[in-house]
């Protein structure tokens, strides 16, 4: 994690229909940069599987971030003897790491 005021320096690499690739270094000078984490360990809003109801795909808002998740395999409803994979995907907001 970036300390509070650091420099940020950007590493891209690219492969082109040429027959070299090329690299380029930005350096990109960010003074003050104001970490902030977010509290808390738990994600309101998310379900287990029950056979018959829809899985929760939004999860409620907090201040500090957003949240969606995902599940696999997708289906509209949960299903009998299927085991379920949920992806939770945090978004923080303006502040926020």
């Known amino acids: 994690m970036p300390v509070s005021g650091a ?3 950007v590493r891209t690499a690219a492969t082109t229909g040429k027959q070299a ?3 380029q270094v930005l350096v990109v000078v960010s003074e ?4 902030v984490t977010i509290a808390g360990s738990s994600i309101a809003g998310k379900n287990v599987p029950v056979v018959g109801e829809r899985p929760v795909t939004v999860l409620a808002d ?3 971030y957003t949240a969606t998740i995902g599940w696999l395999p997708a289906h509209s409803t949960f299903a ?3 085991a379920y994979t949920a992806t939770i995907t945090i978004t923080p907001k303006n502040g926020y790491t």
């Open 62 to 64: 907090t201040t500090d």
């Open 32 to 35: 003050n940069i104001k970490i």
């Open 21 to 23: 690739s090329y690299e």
């Open 7 to 9: 420099k940020i320096y």
């Open 80 to 82: 009998v003897n299927t």
